[in-house]
């Protein structure tokens, strides 16, 4: 279990996720000179490096340095693909591959223990760094997110990857499909899930191979790939221009000191930048904080140790803003396009037709910390917490708004669609209300969800005010559903839930995705000022007065145990693990 006590929440760090900006991969591929080892069944995968040198950045004030060393996995004839699901929360995340041979499909069950959790294959990369001495400076290993930044390796490939962006880090994930398209590369670069590592500015040799265990697994060939890295170091100051920055790139590793940092390259701006706390939050938990899943400012992004005050993370990622972003890049920047709501209100007799609808389901409660309020509250107490709401299908939540002249609302309904996708009914459900606090400045559809703080015995304690969502498709919850969508659109809410001035609004929640609001948002949190202390339950409740038309009404709500202590000013929440996740 978590114990943590009081902490004041922070503002958000906008920053990367698992994978780095996509690049273009062409034959001009450095490899291994020999062919790998073809596996009996599936895709022949290789490991290749993009280059054979690389210039890695040292920022001064932000000790480490990342090493994305333009190393990919490649897959020809046939895509690498894994379903990584777990029945329950009391069952352990288990692995199958999908072989495809002769345009059939057969699953192959992969050993137990191949993973841990949906954030990829553990261990997957074999790093080390020597100096130019020829003396070891680095040895360790590297996760491996199949669905990291990727592009074609020839020019035969599928245009498009059909494969998800990221590998989800929500700690409630029930399912996620993991892939490298035939033709395709993926970065084995563990991006802002993996440690930095300390190296003076100066020249060194990286060499990266594949783990045993997964060699003999996919029939990879041993046959490491060696990179000569030259490690810069550099200032921010030197960023703005500031008068005596400087530059050291040519200090040799011999020369002692131990110089840190990385780029702006490794951080990327949220689409909703109050959507998610940093992953770097002092004193978080390792668990807490909630960064992405396929889009930063959504869902849950392992913490980093305390390293930098706000000052400097702002800087990074208003320089970050300006990476932009691509086709097949992962690393958070990405905008969806908003979604086109019908040109006018539905006219005629609403009907509630027999086709499949959304069904709605919530998530327990997470990222759960004592705060003293956004704004220091003097004699406040308040437990915040992280909630999300997801869709199993097998049809979209589809809802539009429409705002007639003068009104300060607008008029919301669902529509639902046959199985050719043909708008085939609609129903009236509820309201539309514009946000302007800080953290949310977007249309919320009202009623989507409650928030109740349940005592022992299950009874209400303390309701929270927030019944009102902006939906988006945050979080990957369950790609393994019938009908799951692995490219949902208005992926970030600087896109999907309007603006002031909007005379009609398109809000979805597409199936196997979530919508995860974290604890630094205002109304994430209930006032227990006067609460005792002692055992309760954060109830997440999904459409709590069955405005929405669902397959299933009996499965929305989902429970989280707590326990309250302390003394007022001083309160405390212990968070036990729910079944197997030990996550607060």
């Given amino acids: 279990m978590t114990r943590t006590r009081t902490t004041r929440l922070r503002r958000p760090l906008l920053a990367g996720t698992t994978a780095v900006a996509a690049m273009a991969v062409t034959a001009g591929l450095v490899a291994a000179t020999s062919e790998p080892a073809e596996a009996a069944t599936g895709p022949k995968l290789s490991l290749i490096a993009a280059t054979d040198t690389i210039t890695l950045t040292s920022w001064k004030e932000d000790p480490g340095v990342y090493l994305d060393l333009g190393t990919y996995l490649t897959a020809d004839g046939t895509p690498l693909e894994l379903k990584v699901t777990r029945k329950s929360y009391k069952d352990p995340v288990t692995i199958t591959q999908t072989v495809y041979e002769g345009g059939r499909a057969t699953t192959k069950a992969l050993p137990k223990g191949t993973v841990k ?31 990291n930044a990727s592009g074609r390796v020839r020019p035969d490939a599928p245009a498009t990857s059909k494969y998800p962006e990221s590998c989800p880090t929500n700690p409630f994930t029930l399912g996620s499909v993991w892939g490298v398209e035939k033709g395709w590369a993926a970065n084995t670069y563990a991006g802002s899930y993996t440690d930095s590592v300390k190296l003076a500015a100066g020249t060194y040799t990286a060499k990266v191979g594949v783990a045993k265990k997964y ?23 030197d960023e703005r221009g500031t008068p005596g920055a400087a530059l050291r790139s040519d200090r040799s590793a011999e020369a002692g000191g131990e110089h840190a940092g990385h780029g702006a390259d490794h951080l990327a701006p949220a689409g909703h930048a109050g959507h998610a706390p940093t992953p770097a939050q002092a004193a978080a938990p390792a668990t807490s904080g909630a960064g992405p899943s396929y889009n930063v400012g959504h869902g849950p992004l392992k913490a980093a140790p305390p390293a930098l005050p706000w000052a400097v993370k702002k800087e990074q990622a208003a320089r970050a803003m300006r990476i932009g972003d691509t086709g097949g890049q992962t690393d958070g920047s990405r905008k969806a396009p908003a979604l086109e709501p019908l040109a006018k ?20 409660a997470y990222g759960i910390v004592i705060s003293d309020g956004e704004k220091d509250i003097p004699g406040k107490d308040y437990l915040a917490f992280s909630a999300n ?94 009908n799951a969508n692995w490219h949902p659109f208005n992926t970030d809410l600087a896109t999907a839930c309007g603006q002031e001035t909007s005379i009609s609004v398109r809000e979805v929640l597409d199936v196997g995705s979530g919508d995860t609001y974290t604890q630094d948002l205002p109304g994430q949190s209930f006032d227990i000022t006067d609460v005792p202390n002692g055992t309760y339950y954060i109830q997440v409740l999904a459409n709590p007065e069955k405005r929405l038309k669902e397959t299933d009404l009996g499965n929305n709500s989902a429970l989280r145990k707590i326990v309250l202590g302390g003394k007022p000013g001083k309160r405390t929440v212990t968070v036990p693990a729910h079944d197997l996740v030990n996550a607060n």
Avoid at 462 to 467: A, H, T
Wanted: aromatic share 12%; proline share 8%.
């Fill in 117 to 147: 959790d949906f954030s990829g294959l553990p261990g997957f990369a074999e790093i080390t760094v020597t100096d130019k001495a020829g003396k070891k400076v680095l040895s360790r290993t590297e996760n491996f997110c199949p669905n």
């Fill in 215 to 237: 060699r003999d697994l996919f029939g990879i060939a041993d046959k490491p790939v060696t990179v000569k890295v030259k490690v810069e170091e550099r200032s921010y100051d």
């Fill in 345 to 364: 209100r539905p006219a005629g007799k609403p009907s509630v037709p027999d086709v499949p609808k959304p069904d709605l389901r919530s998530l327990p």
């Fill in 389 to 482: 709401v997801w869709n199993a299908g097998p049809a979209q939540l589809v809802v539009d708004g429409f705002r007639s002249p003068g009104k300060a609302k607008m008029d919301a309904y669902q529509y639902f669609y046959d199985a050719q996708g043909k708008q085939v009914g609609y129903t009236p459900t509820g309201t539309m209300e514009w946000d302007p606090r800080p953290g949310h400045v977007h249309w919320h559809f009202t009623d989507f969800a409650s928030y109740r703080l349940l005592k022992a015995d299950k009874k209400e304690a303390v309701r929270s005010g927030k019944e009102a969502f902006c939906l988006a498709n945050t979080d990957a919850v369950d790609y393994t559903v019938k």
